[in-house]
């Protein structure tokens, strides 16, 4: 635990407030963070966990060495003209609003002609509020190796991090994990109805359903072999689950899904585009 690290959070909602769970006690203490959230109910639940919080910004925020953006991407450019006269130089600033640029992010906080360069762009999703997320992190060139271990660190405190390269592969980021927890979702209610249609009951198709798709994960994620292989070993030729996904296959399941992310994809640019105005 470091005390020499304090943060602020523009924003205090769900998120943040995952964040928050993650990092209090262990990367700094609880009376290091700060939210800022004009929401009453949202200020006293942080302060019940130790932290301080505000419904404006003060210079609270310039003590503080971090600035987490954690609200939702058409507040984002109010959030920061509002913010940014506290702002000051070598303060760490991540982005966790979906659709806005780096660059754009950048302008925003700086000017056109001198951007911030302290900046890291990140796509976590929603399991993170359970500890068990997964983020993309993507830092401009001006962010050094100790901000760039800062910020993992802090993403790291809900769940994986994966770096990428910029807000293209974060699109990309957006469209397989930001986005992919609802297309597991989907698959769960599918499983779901599909056990009832074949004579469960819905709480034994339920429990049956979140095992299993919590078991392959697992299984999936310690092995060493692929995807593709471990398929390959429970499908006995002429059993059950060789006619189970010859039914997948026949609807094409794999080119679904990547017509699905492809969807995704674009319209994170498309959003990046409308936000970024």
Not at 25 to 34: D, E, K, S, Y
Not at 45 to 69: F, H, K
Not at 128 to 151: E, I
Request: include cysteine; proline fraction near 6%.
């Amino acid at each position: 635990m470091d005390s020499q690290i304090s943060i602020a959070f523009i924003g205090g909602g769900n998120m943040a407030t995952a964040l928050a769970a993650g990092l209090a006690g262990r990367t700094c203490p609880a009376g290091n963070l700060h939210a800022l959230d004009p929401s009453p109910d949202v200020q006293e639940s942080w302060r019940a966990r130790g932290a301080t919080a505000s419904a404006t910004p003060d210079a609270t925020l310039q003590r503080c060495n971090v600035w987490i953006y954690a609200v939702k991407p058409q507040q984002l450019r109010d959030a920061v003209a509002a913010t940014r006269p506290w702002l000051q130089p070598g303060t760490l600033v991540i982005s966790v609003a979906a659709g806005i640029r780096a660059d754009t992010l950048a302008g925003w906080l700086g000017t056109p002609d001198d951007p911030w360069r302290n900046l890291v762009r990140c796509m976590p999703n929603t399991p993170a509020l359970v500890g068990a997320g997964v983020t993309g992190l993507a830092a401009l060139p001006g962010v050094d190796s100790a901000g760039r271990k800062l910020a993992e660190e802090l993403l790291g405190s809900v769940g994986q991090v994966v770096w990428v390269q910029d807000d293209a592969a974060l699109d990309a980021v957006t469209a397989l994990s930001g986005s992919g927890p609802a297309y597991v979702f989907l698959f769960l209610e599918a499983l779901i109805a599909g056990g009832v249609s074949v004579g469960l009951t819905p709480d034994q198709a339920r429990q049956l359903a979140l095992g299993t798709l919590a078991g392959a994960t697992r299984l999936a994620a310690q092995s060493d072999d692929p995807p593709s292989l471990l398929r390959e070993r429970v499908t006995s030729k002429g059993g059950t689950t060789a006619a189970a996904l010859q039914v997948l296959q026949q609807a094409d399941l794999p080119a679904v899904v990547e017509r699905a992310l492809h969807a995704a994809a674009q319209r994170s640019r498309e959003l990046a585009s409308e936000f970024g105005k």
